[in-house]
């Protein structure tokens, strides 16, 4: 098993940036696909950003798509998300997930939260107007 924790999130004024980190510990991060999730209030969770086990193939979200990248730091164990240029809309609990499965190729990544068997507590992203 694999236990993450994020941290990074905060209050920030519209433009600024952010920069999340999910650390890991238990095991390897490498053999795991990620997975970045926000939930906003009354709203379902959706995907940020997913990357696969080599972080060469990132998917993001249209929504944060040449705002945020994600990149992993395979010797600290640690995947990051940086948001810049940040809006209002973008307000919410912002999650990572990882999840290893036998049949996963280095090209595998999943935008879908159910696909995910591991999840961090959540970091509150508040972006001011």
């Known amino acids: 098993q694999v236990q993450l924790v994020e941290s990074g999130g905060g209050l920030v004024q519209a433009g600024g940036s952010l920069r999340l980190s999910c650390a890991a510990s238990g095991r390897s991060f490498s053999s795991y696909i990620i997975g970045w999730f926000r939930q906003a209030p009354g709203k379902a969770r959706e995907v940020v950003a997913a990357?696969?086990?080599?972080?060469?193939?990132?998917y993001y979200a249209d929504s944060v798509k040449g705002r945020f990248t994600s990149s992993r730091d395979y010797a600290k164990n640690t995947v990051y998300l940086q948001m810049n240029s940040l809006k209002p809309e973008d307000t919410a609990v912002y999650y990572c997930?990882?999840?290893?499965?036998?049949?996963?190729?280095?090209?595998?990544?999943?935008?879908?939260?159910?696909?995910?068997?591991?999840w961090g507590q959540g970091t509150q992203v508040t972006v001011s107007s």
């Open positions: 997930a990882a999840d290893e499965r036998f049949y996963y190729t280095a090209m595998s990544f999943s935008t879908l939260a159910n696909n995910y068997s591991y």
């Open positions: 990357l696969t086990r080599n972080g060469g193939i990132i």
